[in-house]
């Protein structure tokens, strides 16, 4: 059974810092490309960042550029997200996601997704 559980989420200050987790179980990790996404209320999932199957690539949406980070533990079976400098408009819900096809995890169309773990930013 594949199980993507993430952590970490809570609530912070605007300018703060926050490291989410994504614990993999059930998968070959190392085979997957691997994936943060966000939801805020009333807006659509959106990719905030991702990264290939062995760390080579990564990819990031402009609105995070520079403030987040993501990495992986191949050895731990482990997603990370490190984000700093969060603004206001970071608030959302917090996905983690995992595919074998790095143009299907870019689109959203991930084959295994997490609960989410969500994050606050307030001023």
């Known amino acids: 059974q594949v199980q993507l559980v993430e952590s970490g989420g809570g609530s912070v200050q605007a300018g703060g810092s926050l490291r989410l987790s994504c614990a993999a179980s059930g998968i070959t990790y190392s085979s997957y490309r691997m994936g943060w996404f966000r939801q805020a209320p009333g807006k659509e999932r959106e990719r905030v960042a991702a990264i290939s199957s062995i760390a080579a690539f990564t990819n990031y949406a402009d609105s995070v550029k520079g403030r987040f980070t993501i990495s992986r533990d191949n050895t731990k079976n482990t997603l990370y997200l490190q984000m700093n400098s969060l603004k206001l408009e970071d608030t959302a819900m917090y996905y983690c996601?995992?595919?074998?096809?790095?143009?299907?995890?870019?689109?959203?169309?991930?084959?295994?997704w997490g609960q989410g773990t969500q994050v606050t930013v307030s001023s």
């Open positions: 996601a995992a595919d074998l096809d790095w143009g299907r995890l870019l689109e959203g169309r991930a084959g295994y």
